[in-house]
């Protein structure tokens, strides 16, 4: 690892935070008070667990310190904000909302679930198994909305999206070790996939997915 690709790591972070802060204007008036708590708590954890990977890597290449723990967090906390963002987003997408509705009670057994792991040498697994349960229900709500607005720029983007952030786990469960280059294009694969995912978000936006009175 260098000092510059710790840098170029909080790109990724910053793209999807603009992701976020759209998603959450834009559908705030669509979703019942339970599919938006587990929405964007789901968002903010998946922005805090890059924001902390991001961090440590910098640390420990300026040689300030190892904060290993904000390396070790990445994986549960990532899996259980995918899975439970993409709950909200299932919920809001294809369930009636409105008043009185709510799912916000699934939480907890998430998030006892996501940091619950049966073994050490299982962990990993399983919250691999819930981030892309997660991913593919996030990006999946997202191209069946775009497909419903008919904007099929916005679909591929998101199809797209879902096949790089795979690519870039299969990638990331490689034995690279410190190989600067391959180092670099799991970097790559990352900042296309949050590139594909903010472009779609952003196609939606300006053809009016605030405006409209529900997901449907």
């Known amino acids: 690892m260098t000092v510059s690709l710790a840098l170029v790591d909080y790109i990724p972070v910053i793209l999807f935070a603009a992701t976020s802060v759209l998603l959450m204007r834009d559908l705030y008036n669509k979703m019942s008070k339970g599919a938006f708590a587990l929405m964007s708590a789901g968002l903010i954890m998946v922005i805090w667990a890059g924001a902390y990977k991001a961090t440590w890597k910098l640390f ?4 300030i310190a190892d904060l290993y723990l904000m390396n070790n967090v990445l994986l549960p906390m990532q899996a259980a904000g995918f899975l439970i963002l ?5 919920a809001a997408t294809f369930f009636d909302q409105g ?3 709510s799912y916000v009670s699934a939480l907890p057994v998430l998030m006892l679930i996501a940091t619950q792991a049966p073994k050490q040498e299982r962990a990993a697994v399983v919250f691999i198994i819930f981030m892309v349960l ?6 999946g709500c997202l191209t069946v909305i775009a497909a419903r607005m008919k904007k099929i720029p916005a679909v591929v983007l998101f199809v797209l999206s ?3 952030l795979m690519g870039m786990g299969y990638l990331g ?6 190989d600067p280059k391959m180092n670099w294009i799991e970097e790559g ?3 296309c996939a949050q590139l594909c ?3 779609g978000v952003l196609i939606l936006h300006k053809s009016g997915l605030k405006e409209k009175a529900d997901l449907k």
Do not use: A, H, P, Q
Request: proline share 0%; glycine share 18%.
């Open 189 to 191: 694969v990352n900042l």
């Open 173 to 178: 469960s490689r034995e690279f070790g410190n």
């Open 60 to 63: 420990y290449t300026m040689n």
């Open 197 to 199: 995912l903010l472009s």
């Open 134 to 139: 997660g991913y593919l229900g996030f990006c």
């Open 86 to 90: 993409g709950i909200g987003l299932i």
């Open 99 to 101: 008043k009185g509705k």
């Open 162 to 164: 879902f096949v790089l």
